[in-house]
Nanobody, 123 residues
Framework: QVQLVESGGGLVQAGGSLRLSCAASGRTFSSYAMGWFRQAPRKEREFVAAISRSGGNTYYADYVKGRFTISRDNAKNTVSLQMNSLKPEDTAVYYC????????????????WGQGTQVTVSS
């Protein structure tokens, strides 16, 4: 069982930056690949980024590539999402999630989810 708690969301102007963090409980964090998803109002939850168990490999959705960076610290049981050059269309609730498979982008392949943190980008 893994419990995930996101933090770091907020209101930022377009072009600004935010750093999201996700703290995981349990001693098996390093056995899970981790991902970030987001859900805007009236839209489906969509994949943002994923990172392998060791942190050595990452995978990004095209719409955030070059702007967002996912990282993890297995000693601290945390995964982060550094978001730069934010756009109004990045406004959403951001969720971290854990899976046993690897660098995947499909929601159903993730086993555990956090409660989400709101990111609002003003124009």
């Amino acid at each position: 069982q893994v419990q995930l708690v996101e933090s770091g969301g907020g209101l930022v102007q377009a072009g600004g930056s935010l750093r999201l963090s996700c703290a995981a409980s349990g001693r098996t964090f390093s056995s899970y690949a981790m991902g970030w998803f987001r859900q805007a109002p009236r839209k489906e939850r969509e994949f943002v980024a994923a990172i392998s168990r060791s942190g050595g490999n990452t995978y990004y959705a095209d719409y955030v590539k070059g702007r967002f960076t996912i990282s993890r610290d297995n000693a601290k049981n945390t995964v982060s999402l550094q978001m730069n050059s934010l756009k109004p269309e990045d406004t959403a609730v951001y969720y971290c999630a854990a899976n046993k498979i690897g660098l995947v982008r499909t929601r159903r392949e993730y086993d555990y989810w956090g409660q989400g943190t709101q990111v609002t980008v003003s124009s």
